[in-house]
């Protein structure tokens, strides 16, 4: 017995320095293992991509990033810090490209599903004014003066917008909008609205004839007030209540024929509690055309041949079966920081009932603050030429000034 305590504690020793010789020789990969274990090789350093986009201003200041695109004589390059800047040829010195890039000049003349023939592709050198194409195969390609350069755009974007087929899902661009105004008081009020406007174009980008258009937009504004029940002078008041509710729904499909003409179909559904119409149905066709259209501006007038169905909250007033047309024009206005004016004009005659009339006019106004957010700023005024007979008399108009927040859709498509 006293041979075996007097062991432990060698025992314990040695198996301890074994662990402990163990334990380095792993911490230590580069070093040899107690068991002859050679040294563990380190993880190979990930190859250096290549170098950024350069752009050279005439003031010798310098910027990295990716050169985007050139349309009509403006570069848009993309910096991380700075974002996306617009900037004409004259305040460049030059521009190198590691991004292969097509250079159309102001005779080639892009098409969907058809590309120019002998389009000179890829990487960029710009210089003196003029666009060094150094193409894969190390053809010559002679230099293009930049004021010849209608567009420039990398490859990827070429072949996805000339030859893509997006699917429904993709390339929706527009906003998300609500607001509230609630008060607790004497009297309780509150008014929710929100807005949806969507607009889905193919091609998705402006230098190309586009394709189709479709459009779809809801707006929607839901109130009450509520007004206690009171006594006065012996004289009792029930409680009463006044609500608001007003929706418009309307999606629109546009087929060009020309780079400015197009076909189109519409249907559009409106509801106003305030003039007693309980429902507007409208579905009809008709035809389109772009008469302005700048980079930051562009005005569209419709017509339309439409059947409409009007029916009334109030009995007295009958559902009418009418055939009519829809005579609108919508602008859009592309202000300096960002700020987008949005303004619809319609007017709606019936002409199996002249009195069956309405109008309506909507204008929005986008002002930038954070990244994909935006405050909005907008009126809505509705006029029904017809509105049923009632108890207070109904107005045939009625208006909105909204405020509220809007987060801007963008496509990745």
Not at 122 to 150: C, E, F, K, M
Request: aromatic share 10%; hydrophobic share 35%.
């Amino acid at each position: 017995m006293h041979r075996n305590l007097t062991t432990r504690p060698v025992l314990f020793a040695l198996l301890l320095a074994l662990l402990s010789f163990t334990a380095i020789g792993l911490c230590h990969a580069d070093s040899p293992t107690l068991f002859g274990g050679g040294k563990t090789k380190s993880a190979p350093k990930a190859a250096p991509g290549p170098p950024p986009d350069v752009i050279i201003f005439i003031n010798g200041d310098q910027l990295s990033g990716t050169f985007l695109r050139e349309v009509g004589g403006k570069v848009t390059f993309h910096n991380d810090i700075v974002g996306d800047i617009i900037v004409p040829w004259d305040k460049i010195k030059e521009l190198r490209t590691r991004t292969k890039m097509a250079v159309m000049d102001k005779n080639a003349t892009p098409r969907r599903g058809k590309l120019p023939a002998n389009l000179p592709e890829g990487t960029l050198t710009i210089a003196d004014s003029l666009i060094t194409v150094h193409a894969d195969n190390n053809a010559t390609i002679q230099p293009i003066p930049v004021n010849d350069a209608q567009f420039i755009i990398d490859e990827d974007t070429l072949n996805r917008e000339v030859f893509g087929h997006p699917s429904l899902s993709t390339g929706w661009n527009g906003g998300l909008t609500a607001g509230a105004t609630i008060v607790e008081a004497t009297q309780k009020q509150y008014t929710f609205t929100g807005a949806v406007a969507l607009a889905r174009v193919i091609p998705s980008i402006d230098w190309l004839d586009p394709k189709n258009r479709t459009t779809v937009d809801f707006n929607a504004s839901y109130g009450k007030i509520t007004q206690p029940a009171f006594t006065t002078g012996g004289v009792f008041t029930p409680a009463s209540s006044t609500k608001s509710a007003i929706y418009h729904a309307e999606a629109e499909r546009d087929q060009y024929f020309s780079p400015r003409a197009y076909g189109l179909v519409q249907t559009a559904f409106d509801h106003n509690f305030s003039q007693g119409l309980d429902l507007q149905q409208i579905y009809g066709g008709g035809i389109g055309d772009t008469i302005l259209k700048h980079p930051n501006e562009e005005l569209d007038i419709k017509a339309t041949i439409q059947y409409e169905k009007q029916s009334f909250i109030n009995s007295s007033g009958a559902s009418q079966n009418l055939i009519g047309s829809t005579f609108a024009g919508v602008y859009l206005l592309k202000l300096p920081n960002g700020l987008l004016f949005n303004q619809q004009v319609e007017f709606i005659p019936a002409y199996n009932n002249s009195s069956a009339y309405s109008a309506n006019e909507s204008d929005t106004l986008a002002i930038p603050f954070y990244k994909s957010l935006s405050f909005s700023v907008g009126t809505l005024d509705s006029y029904l030429n017809n509105p049923p007979v009632s108890l207070p008399p109904t107005m045939k108009n009625s208006f909105q000034f909204t405020f509220g927040a809007t987060y801007v859709i963008k496509s990745k498509y």
